[in-house]
């Protein structure tokens, strides 16, 4: 944690305290046990535990959380005067996604939709992921559970800023899905059932250029067939074609509105099911995911003060946009005129997978 007056004040406070008894955090609080639970992390020594929480990260780093909630007698009101709402975020709450900006997802809460210990998936159910297209791409699968929870697995997308291919991307999902979701537990990729949704903008086709009848490929198309890359002519004058295995993974079209995604991904972040459970929870280690949430998917502030109509589009845009589209598509049910559209082109799936098929978990 970076180092600041109010940081510091709780380091010094916490260093001199008596009491080591640790703090409540997002990966310590109890989740509702519909939730499934994975292999705890390795047990850290008592002396360090005791003082400051950890958790690992599947890649192996260690994060302590120095929190004001474990110092007794913590005036955080105090602390809190004249810093702004995101400023306390950052500064007592310990939330580096905060931005200057306005979150677009206000209705999340660490100790509401995030999972205490990592989730567990359940192979024999389908897997809905989502898809966002562009020079930094996105993906994220999520499941629903026996007991109507819509969970968010750790997302994948390149590093900020580094631009990828749409096969070379559907290569990293495709390792992704097999190391991560079947290989752990004795199955083959083609084993899992996977439904996509995603950017309606992937089924464009860049437009042809020169004197060649070259056919250009969709990014739906890619994924689905394999990409065909032409490579000039031989010493005859015939075109030279290599051509590359596609994953016959059928993309669904999400909502191109943003406020049909935004108020999907809302709605569940707001609804209760059964018993108290949260209708949306998300794993531990999705760190982009939380990160997200929590304020790095944000509405831009102008110099005039106000805010931007729409959430800032960057790297945590990407994330956001792709479980926005699974959303729309399980969680909200169309004009029914795009629902004709969609059941025209796609038969079954158009009718499968929506809200109705979850409202009977709703409390």
């Known amino acids: ?173 495709a390792d992704h899905m097999q190391r991560e979701y079947a290989s752990k537990y004795g199955v083959s990729l083609d084993k899992l059932t996977l439904i996509h949704f995603g950017d309606p903008a992937g089924a464009a086709r860049p437009p042809r250029t020169g004197q060649g009848r070259k056919e250009t490929q969709s990014c739906f198309d890619i994924l689905k067939r394999g990409l065909i890359m032409h490579a000039g002519t031989d010493d005859n004058g015939e075109p030279v074609v290599h051509k590359k295995p596609g994953w016959d993974w059928t993309i669904i079209p999400g909502a191109v509105n943003i406020t049909e995604r935004l108020e999907a991904v809302r709605g569940r972040l707001t609804t209760s099911l059964a018993e108290g459970h949260s209708a949306m929870v998300v794993c531990c280690n999705a760190d982009a995911v939380i990160r997200g949430l929590s304020g790095g998917y944000h509405y831009h502030q102008r110099a005039d003060g106000h805010y931007e109509y729409d959430p800032h589009k960057d790297w945590f845009s990407h994330t956001a946009d792709s479980y926005g589209y699974i959303a729309t598509r399980l969680f909200m049910v169309p004009a029914k005129s795009a629902r004709d559209e969609d059941e025209e082109e796609y038969g079954l799936y158009a009718m499968t997978f929506r809200s109705g098929a979850c409202s009977r978990y709703e409390g």
């Open 1 to 173: 944690m970076a180092e600041t007056k109010f940081s510091r004040r709780i380091l010094l406070k916490a260093a001199g305290s008596a009491i080591l008894a640790p703090a409540v955090t997002a990966s310590s609080r109890p989740v509702p046990e519909a939730v499934g639970s994975g292999p705890s992390p390795p047990p850290v020594p008592t002396a360090r535990r005791r003082l400051v929480p950890q958790r690992m990260t599947p890649d192996g780093w260690v994060i302590d959380r120095v929190h004001y909630s474990l110092v007794p007698g913590y005036d955080f009101v105090e602390a809190s005067e004249g810093l702004s709402d995101e400023a306390v975020r950052r500064e007592l709450e310990i939330d580096w996604s905060a931005s200057e900006g306005k979150r677009v997802y206000p209705q999340f809460s660490r100790e509401r939709h995030v999972a205490s210990d990592p989730l567990v998936p359940d192979i024999t159910r389908p897997f809905y992921c989502g898809w966002d297209f562009g020079g930094c791409p996105a993906f994220v699968p999520t499941q629903l559970n026996v007991f109507g929870q819509w969970l968010i697995f750790p997302s994948l997308s390149p590093p900020e800023g580094l631009s990828i291919g749409i096969y070379e991307f559907g290569q990293m999902v």
